[in-house]
């Protein structure tokens, strides 16, 4: 499974960023997904998760209320629309995927995802 993510870039503090992640699998609906992050100097952090069915979402406390992790698999896409974006916010965000056989299985740890994409830049300026 390759992953291709996209849709970072350079925004003020309070603004929006959405990222998709396109996967290259026929398989994508058996497919938990995750986004993590990685800002220089830190270790790569959890943020959202999704089930394959859709169903089941897992977000960081940082994020919630402001980040949605949705999905859509007819596209093998999956997205995380970010609002309210504040400086701590910027690091590099990659999507992730993990087979499951559970429709409402999410996985919060890095070590359960195979499959990871490449990174996109999210920075936030205040």
């Known amino acids: 499974v390759q992953l291709q993510a996209s849709g970072g870039g350079l925004v003020q503090a309070g603004g929006s960023l959405k990222l998709s992640c396109v996967a290259s699998t026929r398989t994508f609906s058996s497919y938990a997904m995750s986004w993590f992050r990685q800002a220089p100097g830190k270790e790569r952090e959890f943020v959202a998760a999704?089930?394959?069915?859709?169903?089941?979402?897992d977000y960081t406390d940082s994020v919630k209320g402001r980040f949605t992790v949705f999905r859509d698999n007819a596209k093998n896409t999956v997205y995380l629309q970010m609002n309210s974006l504040k400086p701590e916010d910027t690091a590099d965000y990659y999507c992730a995927a993990a087979w499951s056989q559970y429709s409402g299985a999410v996985f919060t740890r890095a070590v359960s995802y195979r499959y990871w994409g490449q990174g996109t830049q999210v920075t936030v300026s205040s």
């Open positions: 999704i089930s394959w069915s859709g169903g089941v979402t």
